[in-house]
């Protein structure tokens, strides 16, 4: 395995990737969501997403962002999103991603990492968990997925 940072050329893989892995379990946004537009939006930058390539092919990524574009925030980045092909999972992609964006991140001088993940998304929360990710706070029932209030639950890892 190796993880690089995301080039443009990637574009079609990452969206097959997203396609995927996508389901109301993982994610608040409806599955057609990105239908019109790419997976790098006309404000992203590809360098912001990691990408595991197992034997030369995208097998997962993440991405990483600034929360917001204010000054007083600039040392937290964010995991906007995270997936691996399904063919690779419980393989230790994701615990090697996490990894990567928590080097990435310092190398940049961030001092937190946020994510977001859904309440019953139990695998993700225990993997973050074990990661050094601790729950900051949980909004209740802030999203109705699939006939059911959801919630989404904060997390952090502080990494100076």
């Known amino acids: 395995m190796t993880i690089r940072p995301a080039t443009r050329e990637d574009e079609q893989a990452l969206r097959a990737l997203d396609d995927a892995t996508w389901s109301p379990d993982v994610s608040p946004a409806p599955r057609t969501w990105r239908d019109d537009r790419s997976f790098f939006g006309p404000d992203d930058d590809p360098r912001e997403v990691l990408v595991a390539e197992v034997d030369g092919e995208v097998a997962g990524y993440i991405k990483l962002r600034n929360p917001t574009e204010l000054e007083s925030n600039q040392h937290v980045l964010a995991i906007l999103g995270l997936a691996v092909d399904p063919a690779h999972q419980r393989q230790g992609l994701a615990r090697a991603l996490l990894d ?61």
């Open 100 to 160: 990567a964006a928590a080097s990435e991140a310092s190398a940049r001088g961030a001092r937190r990492l946020t994510l977001r993940v859904l309440g019953p998304n139990s695998g993700a929360r225990a993997l973050y968990e074990a990661c050094g990710f601790e729950v900051e706070g949980v909004l209740r029932e802030e999203f109705f997925l699939d006939g059911r209030y959801v919630d989404d639950v904060q997390m952090a890892r502080r990494l100076a």
